[in-house]
């Protein structure tokens, strides 16, 4: 059970869901209609295409999580650690993210793939970072786990066994984050086109300069005491 969780973690996960729920929300309404957070349906079309012999479109999903994957590993090389504790450097991983992000959308605009390949690879990149706090997985690109960990919460409450209440308000934390950045990201998609990823880029540049102004004050306390 989760003993303890921060401010910052609570803040971080329900910001890095809503990001992900607006940058989602731009790959399935985009001309290619790819999930760009979380692959198990573009795992499907890639098996698809492989079935069906359509060359072009297995390269094109293939890639994309390809760049998923090269994200989650930049992360493990940056952070170097699958526990969420302050020191490590998220404000590096969260910058490269934002980068990545906002480099996507002249691409996006051109009809290239690439832009989808930049944008899977800055989904990862944020996915792999906020990996774990207490004993408690946390993702905040994808909500199968956390819609799971719901249905796992309701069976013990109705055999009255003890729900783990933090995790319970972390995965509605969660959720709610992911499904308000859906929602503003399909209104934003609808005037703006790809531009609305500069939203979910500038926001986690914010999220990056954030955690460090945090880290160094916590640091500067630490010497004074």
Known sequence: MI????????????????????VNVAGLLGFDRHSITHHTGNTSLLAEALARGNLAEMGQVAAIIAAFVVGCALSGYLVQDSTLQLGRRYSVALLLAAVLLASAVPLLQSRSNLGMVLAAGACGLQNAMVSAYSGAVVRTTHLTGMFTDLGIFLGHALRGLPVDRRRLKLCISVIGGFLCGSFAGAIAFDRLGFASLYFPAALTACASIAYAIYRMRLRRQRIAD
């Open 3 to 22: 003993s303890k969780l921060p401010s910052w973690v609570w803040t971080g996960a329900w910001l890095l869901a809503f990001v992900a729920g607006m």
